[in-house]
C-alpha cells in the first residue's frame, strides 16, 4: 500500500505565513520519515479554508525542497486552465522533479471558483475531457492542431518534452458513479473517498470500475487511492476525544457545501445531492469514527486500514491529518509519526 498526506486545510487562526510554514515542515518530516507521496489540492478564492490557489509553484517548490518524496496534484482543475499552459507546466515540473511528479486531476463538484472566473460549471465536464484530450496530444511533442468546441489552435507543440513517457502519472477523482467506469476505459487511476458515499457504496463503484478496467483490454485490475481522514494519538482513548470536534465540523460543513449547488447545472440530480447533504449532517460521531475515518493508535490504524484496504482492495491513502483545521500543529506531527513509523512498515 502507498502512503501519501493530503493537502488543504489551513489551521483555523494561523496566518497564511503560518500555513505555508506548517505545510513545509510535514513537507520536511514526510522527506524523512519515508511517505511516498505528498498532494496538493487546488483551492481558489478560499483564503480562510486554504493558500494552495497554485499547487504546481507549491509542486516546483517542494520538489526542489527533497530528493525522495513524490508530489502530486489533488486535484488541479482542468476545466479552469488552458491544457496547453497546463501541459507545458506539467511537463516542465516532471524534468525539474526528475519524474517525482503525479500529475491528479478533477473539475470540483464546487461552482464556486467557476463562478469567480466566469466559467458555466454546467460545462465543467465537457471542458474537463477536451483539456485533457488536447494535453495527452501535446504531451507526444509533435506538432498538431485541434478544432473543439472550447478550445481550437493551430499547427502547435508544446515544449518540454515529458521527462517520463509517455507522460506523468495521472489519476482522476471519482465521485459519481456514472465517472468509474468511463475512468476506467480511459485506463486512469483514480481518487476516491468516503464523505459522499458509504463504504458498501464506495466497493460497489470500484468493483464496477474494476470491471470496466478489465473489459477495456487494461493489464491488472486498476488502481484506487483512498482519501480519508486519519488521527493518530498513543491511546485509543485521546485517538477518539482529541479529533471530535474537527471532524463533526468538517462533515457539517460537507453537508453544507453538498447542498450549496443543488439545481444547477452540472451539479448532478438534485435528489442525490440532498441524500448526500442529508446523510453528512445526520451523521453521529460513532458514525463518523466507523465508516468515514482512520482515527486509533499505530495497532489500531493498521486494524483500520487493514480492513479497509480488504473491504476496497485499494492500493493507497491520501491522509488529510487537519480535517476542519481545528488542531494543532504538534497534532499533525504526531500523526504523521505513528502513521510513518508504525503504521507504514506494517502495511508495505
Wanted: glycine share 8%; charged share 25%.
Amino acid at each position: 500500500m502507498e502512503f501519501g498526506l493530503f493537502a488543504e486545510q489551513t489551521r483555523r487562526g494561523a496566518s497564511q505565513d503560518d500555513a505555508f510554514r506548517e505545510m513545509f515542515a510535514l513537507v520536511d518530516a514526510s522527506e524523512a520519515w519515508g511517505l511516498d507521496v505528498f498532494w496538493l489540492a487546488e483551492m481558489l478564492i478560499n483564503p480562510t479554508r486554504s493558500v494552495l490557489s497554485a499547487p504546481l509553484l507549491v509542486a516546483s517548490w517542494i520538489a526542489a525542497r527533497t530528493r525522495r518524496l513524490r508530489v502530486g496534484t489533488a486535484v488541479q482543475l482542468l476545466p479552469l486552465n488552458h491544457p496547453l499552459r497546463v501541459a507545458g507546466e506539467v511537463t516542465t515540473l516532471d524534468h525539474l522533479s526528475q519524474g517525482r511528479f503525479d500529475f491528479g486531476i478533477g473539475r470540483s463538484g464546487s461552482p464556486r471558483a467557476y463562478d469567480a472566473l466566469g466559467v458555466p460549471y454546467a460545462e465543467s465536464q465537457e471542458r474537463f475531457f477536451e483539456a485533457l484530450e488536447i494535453m495527452l496530444e501535446a504531451w507526444k511533442g509533435e506538432r498538431f492542431s485541434y478544432e473543439g468546441k472550447f478550445f481550437r489552435f493551430t499547427d502547435v507543440a508544446v515544449a518540454p518534452r515529458p521527462y517520463r513517457l509517455p507522460h506523468p502519472p495521472l489519476r482522476m477523482a471519482a465521485t459519481t458513479p456514472e465517472t468509474f467506469p468511463r475512468v476506467a476505459r480511459m485506463g486512469l487511476p483514480i481518487f476516491v473517498g468516503l464523505r459522499g458515499m458509504s463504504i458498501p457504496e464506495l466497493a460497489e463503484h470500484l468493483r464496477v470500475y474494476r470491471e470496466a478496467w478489465r473489459e477495456a483490454g487494461h493489464a491488472g485490475d486498476g488502481d484506487a487511492c483512498l482519501r480519508i481522514p486519519v488521527y493518530a494519538a498513543p491511546t485509543e482513548q485521546a485517538a477518539i476525544d482529541e479529533p471530535r470536534e474537527t471532524i463533526t465540523y468538517y462533515f457539517q460543513r460537507q453537508a453544507d457545501l453538498t447542498r450549496a449547488p443543488v439545481g444547477r447545472p452540472g451539479t448532478g440530480p438534485a435528489e442525490r445531492r440532498v441524500t448526500q447533504a442529508q446523510r453528512l449532517a445526520s451523521l453521529s460521531y460513532d458514525e463518523i469514527l466507523t465508516t468515514k475515518v482512520g482515527f486509533g493508535t499505530g495497532p489500531g490504524l493498521i486494524d483500520r486500514l487493514t480492513q479497509l484496504k480488504e473491504e476496497l482492495g485499494v492500493t493507497g491513502i491520501a491522509a488529510e491529518l487537519n480535517p476542519g483545521g481545528l488542531l494543532s500543529p504538534s497534532q499533525e506531527m504526531r500523526s504523521l509519526r505513528i502513521l510513518t513509523h508504525e503504521v507504514m512498515p506494517a502495511l508495505k
